[in-house]
């Protein structure tokens, strides 16, 4: 994302940037192809009765689909929060969404080494949500506080390359000040959701396919409240404390 959006698009320009976003799929699938063809293939494992949707756990269906609810209003009260911030200047979309999916990342990849130690991952997912909450309603005074340091970084930084590297540095650190305590604690909840599936062996592959859905479908139904609903009914700051 950063690398097309201040490498690549000035560079090749959006068409060259397209055809090398092709590219790169591309070989992604040959190198997938020569990998499912050197390797061996495992053996299935059968089993006896693959789960339907009343057999995984309704609480973690529940919460997969809120927290893919609840992680897109965050994020577009957010966006629309530091587009007043930030301005509409280059740049911006991709310095925001970019702390948004880092923040995921950086949560899946810290709790993977510690899921199968954690002792009660039902309750480490519970602090997970809370804290997750929180973090997002901690943002609201941040949002204030983020207009007067970006008025005293435009008057006092130059305005040269050097400057505008600075000033998008600071842009970014906005950006994750909001967006990345909250997405962290998002990025850590499908992993914990399918751990607990795992530790039931009757549920198999299929359950956690429904958990992973569950989240997509949560995540689509608060796009669509945030915009249509949300946004114009609570205004920007309401939209983000409704999350929780």
Not at 65 to 71: E, I, N, Q
Not at 112 to 131: E, K
Not at 152 to 181: C, E, H, Q
Request: hydrophobic share 55%; with cysteine.
């Amino acid at each position: 994302m950063l690398a097309s959006g201040f490498l690549l698009i000035p560079a090749l320009g959006l068409p060259g940037t397209i055809v090398a976003a092709g590219c790169i799929n591309l070989l992604i699938g040959a190198l997938v192809g020569k990998m499912s063809r050197t390797g061996t293939v495992p053996t299935p494992v059968v089993q006896p009765s693959p789960p339907r949707f009343g057999s995984v756990p309704r609480l973690l269906v529940a919460v997969s689909l809120l927290t893919g609810a609840s992680s897109f209003i965050y994020e577009v009260g957010w966006i629309r929060m530091l587009s007043l911030v930030l301005g509409s200047a280059t740049h911006s979309f991709e310095l925001m969404l970019c702390a948004f999916i880092v923040g995921l990342a950086l949560g899946g990849l810290w709790v993977r080494n510690r899921i199968d130690t954690a002792t009660n991952p039902g309750l480490l997912l519970a602090y997970v949500q809370l804290a997750m909450g929180a973090a997002a309603i901690a943002t609201i005074p941040l949002y204030n506080a983020s207009f007067d340091l970006t008025a005293w970084v435009v008057a006092n930084v130059a305005k040269t390359d050097g400057g505008y590297t600075l000033f998008n540095l600071v842009r970014y650190g906005i950006s994750s000040l909001v967006m990345f305590p909250a997405a962290f604690c998002a990025g850590m909840t499908l992993p914990l959701a399918t751990r607990i599936l795992h530790s039931n062996e009757a549920q198999g592959e299929r359950a956690i396919g429904i958990i992973y859905s569950a989240n997509t479908i949560g995540a689509i139904l608060g796009l669509a409240f945030a915009v249509h609903i949300g946004l114009p009914a609570f205004g920007i700051e309401y939209l983000v404390a409704s999350g929780p």
